[in-house]
């Protein structure tokens, strides 16, 4: 593999680094203790990465076998108008990861644990970076409304929890639980994003995402092993880790990652325009299995921990009649491993929203015993927030008839911040977004 390093023109890398000062103060200490914990790996650069020597052709689409477009005016309008579109989204779940990870950064227990969350946020902001190196380096103007290069990198580093484009990359995390679930559930939808647009008919797309898909297998192992090591200890009896705690993060979690997939229906503009090589229900089809697997693989860990005489044959049986009979095992009820909810569960957008479905797919009437069942099954900090005050209320118009469950997929609110793109700005606004467009001020900052 032979990998061609870009640096953004001055200014613009300037802003990332600004944007960096503001929402990654560790970053510097990272950089410090790299040798400590990663003595094996090619220290971090903040750079776009292009991979060389990836197919000239395009494979997938109405256009298969013509020849890549290097350009956005290569580009039909309407795929140019897509694309910019799934650049900024990506771009934005980029840094909004970073937002969302420092959070709780520190509250850690372990500091290996903590370095390795360090280093999958440098990565998320040489992500963010080769995105605005794809916005900057060509000229997309014809089809952004009017938008320029650098109003398109203000639009993106002005953004904050509760403003970028995807939910997923909306929701604060409640401790360092949320740090670790996102990683193993919520980067793994973005390798299966970043692997569909390994074919993309745009080249510059394309030759970002190998580079990018070697950095996340990273960000999967920094979800996957703290979780496998949780399991243990909580298998040993551990009273600061639990099988509950993990299960409360994949509840919250794991709906989101399944709509980031967008709608089940959805995704064939992609195909034809072969910006990706899999429609949105098949991709998240894989999906689904994948984190079914990643789960059984970790509560398989948490059975060895607590029978460590057991071999490993009896402990497949063990965990067979465990999942067909849902019963206990010497003390271990299935309830105590993990489970991936099911796919209608607690979700907003795309065919199963605002459906009233548990983690084994019962089903409720009522949507007071709905919001009772989920306050039961998510982590307190979660449940006394304003995400999901402004579910519940969607989900009570629904239940009664108000509104539509079309209307409240787009009912959601988003909050947005306005009026300067640095968090060192004098002055900022903070909007409530609605459904129709309209905006309400809801918090103001003057200095
Ligand atoms: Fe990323
Ligand atoms: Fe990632």
Redesign the pocket.
């Given at each position: 593999m032979k990998v061609e390093t870009i640096e953004l023109p001055k200014k613009y890398h300037g802003a990332v680094e600004h944007w960096r000062r503001h929402n990654f103060k560790d970053y510097e200490l990272l950089m410090d203790d790299w040798e400590k914990y990663f003595p094996t790996d090619e220290k971090f650069c903040l750079c776009a990465k292009m991979e060389v020597g990836t197919p000239d052709v395009i494979q997938i689409g109405e256009q298969k076998g013509e020849k890549k477009r290097i350009k956005p005016d290569e580009l039909t309008e309407n795929q140019a108008m897509h694309l910019l579109a799934i650049i900024k989204a990506q771009a934005s779940t980029?840094f909004g990861?970073i937002q969302q990870h420092s959070g709780t950064l520190d509250r850690a227990m372990d500091d290996q644990d903590r370095a390795w969350v360090m280093r999958v946020m440098a990565?998320?902001l040489r992500?963010g970076y080769q995105m605005l190196h794809l916005l900057l380096s060509e000229d997309w103007s014809h089809v952004s409304g009017g938008i320029t290069g650098e109003q398109m990198v203000e639009e993106i580093l002005s953004m904050t929890t509760g403003s970028h484009v995807l939910d997923s990359f909306n929701l604060d995390y409640d401790s360092f639980v949320d740090n670790v679930t996102f990683a193993a559930i919520i980067?793994r939808v973005?390798k299966y994003q970043l692997t569909m647009q390994k074919v993309c008919a745009y080249k510059p797309m394309a030759d970002s995402m190998p580079p990018?898909l070697r950095e996340?297998a990273f960000?999967l192992a920094a979800g996957v092993i703290p979780m496998r090591r949780w399991a243990q200890k909580a298998a040993q009896g551990d009273p600061l880790i639990s099988m509950h705690m993990m299960q409360d993060s994949l509840n919250k979690w794991v709906p989101r990652g399944l709509e980031m997939f967008g709608d089940e229906c959805g995704g064939h503009t992609n195909l034809k325009y072969g910006f990706k090589d899999l429609s949105n229900r098949a991709a998240v089809e894989q999906y689904y299995v994948a984190i079914t697997k990643m789960t059984r693989d970790i509560y398989a860990r948490f059975l060895r921990a607590r029978f460590p005489d057991y071999s490993p044959e009896k402990i497949e049986t063990t965990l067979r009649e465990l999942e067909s009979t849902r019963g206990t095992h010497h003390g271990v009820a299935f309830a105590d491993l993990l489970r991936v909810p099911d796919k209608r569960f607690f979700r907003r957008k795309g065919e199963h929203a605002f459906l009233m479905v548990g983690i084994d797919g019962e089903t409720f009437e009522d949507a007071e015993q709905y919001l009772h069942y989920l306050a039961k099954h998510l982590n307190d900090g979660y449940i006394a927030s304003r995400d999901m005050r402004n579910y519940a209320d969607c989900l009570r118009k629904v239940a009664a008839g108000e509104m539509t469950r079309d209307q409240a997929v787009k009912a959601m609110p988003k909050l947005k911040r306005v009026g300067g793109s640095c968090p060192c700005s004098r002055s900022v606004r903070w909007v409530m977004e609605e459904a129709n467009g309209e905006q309400q001020t809801v918090a103001v900052r003057n200095h």
């Open positions: 980029e990861s990565e998320e992500h980067d973005g990018m996340e960000h």
